[in-house]
């Protein structure tokens, strides 16, 4: 089984280029205004805003029925039914276990989230060059499973930061979050301002607050079927929380390329016009 979408009618069927793969609808009119900033002073408004730096991450929830399936194969390794192989030693973790996820499990999670990989790919290829792009007509998106595995942490694990090599993007999706973490941190007894407990935190680069402030990282508290998408190189972290119970999560390392699919010579990325 392999993942592939031509998605050159997706593309170009609606103008823009990028849309929202739940509903379709175009995104939000402020990335655009990364693409093509209108540098007027818009009536009733102070002015506008642009943030075009940096790397994007992107975000949408798992299927319930995708969360089971890998729940129920995590458990199954966990309860010896039938073991996976260790993914430890290519890892930082300092978790419990980060058992393997066979590679035909791990093209089904890029088959559920195809559109929305392809659609984060067109995203952070038009941020770079500031134009809406898409693949070219007779191309397709093709991403490759590196390498997947489940991460269990529970109590005082932890995972030090680090960014993922050997790959293009990686992706972290939670599977089980015990309710106790967000009560460590509500009821944090060193500090319960900016507690940390159990938190994934991306680190791009230095955070400012004297002078003028400028965010360096972002924090997100996990929930179960979320699902992150971001660059390998964006450097990441975990923190150790208190409480009873597994955090489960799973990451993966992808590569992506664009394929021909008809013999045609399509160039580079194609400009996406209205
Ligand atoms: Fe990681």
């Given at each position: 089984?392999?993942?592939?979408?031509?998605?050159?009618?997706?593309?170009?069927s609606?103008?823009?280029?990028?849309?929202?793969?739940?509903?379709?609808?175009?995104?939000?009119?402020g990335e655009?205004n990364?693409?093509?900033?209108?540098?007027?002073?818009?009536?009733g408004?102070p002015?506008?805003?642009?943030?075009p730096?940096?790397?994007?991450?992107?975000?949408?929830?798992l299927?319930?029925?995708?969360?089971?399936?890998?729940?129920?194969?995590?458990?199954?390794?966990?309860?010896?039914?039938?073991?996976l192989?260790?993914?430890?030693?290519?890892?930082?973790?300092?978790v419990t276990?980060?058992?393997?996820?066979?590679?035909?499990?791990?093209?089904?999670?890029?088959?559920?989230?195809?559109e929305?990989?392809?659609?984060?790919?067109?995203?952070?290829?038009?941020?770079?060059?500031?134009?809406?792009?898409?693949?070219?007509?007779?191309?397709?998106?093709?991403?490759?499973?590196?390498?997947?595995?489940?991460?269990?942490?529970?109590?005082n694990?932890?995972?030090?930061?680090?960014?993922?090599?050997?790959?293009?993007?990686?992706?972290?999706?939670?599977?089980?979050v015990?309710?106790?973490?967000?009560?460590?941190?509500?009821?944090?007894?060193?500090?319960?301002?900016?507690?940390?407990?159990?938190?994934?935190?991306?680190?791009?680069?230095?955070?400012?607050?004297?002078?003028?402030?400028?965010?360096?990282?972002?924090r997100?508290?996990?929930?179960?079927?979320?699902?992150?998408?971001?660059?390998?190189?964006?450097?990441?972290?975990?923190?150790?929380?208190?409480?009873?119970?597994e955090?489960?999560?799973?990451?993966?390392?992808?590569?992506?390329?664009?394929?021909?699919i008809?013999?045609?010579?399509?160039?580079?990325w194609?400009?996406?016009?209205?």
């Amino acid at each position: 089984m392999t993942s592939q979408y031509d998605g050159s009618d997706r593309y170009k069927s609606t103008g823009d280029g990028i849309y929202d793969p739940k509903d379709g609808a175009p995104v939000e009119k402020g990335e655009l205004n990364i693409l093509h900033p209108q540098r007027i002073n818009p009536p009733g408004l102070p002015g506008e805003f642009y943030t075009p730096f940096g790397p994007a991450v992107g975000y949408r929830q798992l299927s319930k029925k995708l969360i089971r399936k890998l729940n129920k194969i995590c458990d199954n390794h966990a309860k010896g039914r039938k073991k996976l192989e260790s993914h430890a030693r290519s890892l930082i973790g300092k978790v419990t276990e980060e058992p393997e996820i066979p590679k035909d499990i791990a093209l089904e999670v890029i088959d559920e989230l195809y559109e929305f990989l392809c659609t984060y790919i067109a995203l952070v290829k038009s941020r770079e060059i500031k134009q809406n792009v898409g693949p070219p007509p007779g191309t397709k998106f093709t991403f490759r499973p590196v390498s997947a595995w489940f991460v269990r942490q529970y109590a005082n694990d932890y995972n030090p930061i680090h960014i993922h090599t050997g790959c293009n993007m990686s992706c972290i999706g939670y599977l089980k979050v015990p309710p106790g973490i967000a009560l460590d941190r509500k009821k944090d007894t060193k500090n319960d301002l900016f507690s940390s407990h159990g938190l994934t935190e991306f680190v791009f680069t230095n955070g400012t607050f004297d002078t003028l402030p400028q965010a360096g990282n972002y924090r997100i508290a996990p929930e179960v079927g979320d699902f992150w998408v971001f660059p390998a190189t964006l450097q990441h972290q975990v923190y150790p929380f208190k409480t009873k119970g597994e955090r489960r999560s799973f990451s993966m390392n992808m590569n992506f390329d664009m394929e021909k699919i008809t013999p045609q010579d399509t160039g580079g990325w194609q400009e996406m016009k209205g």
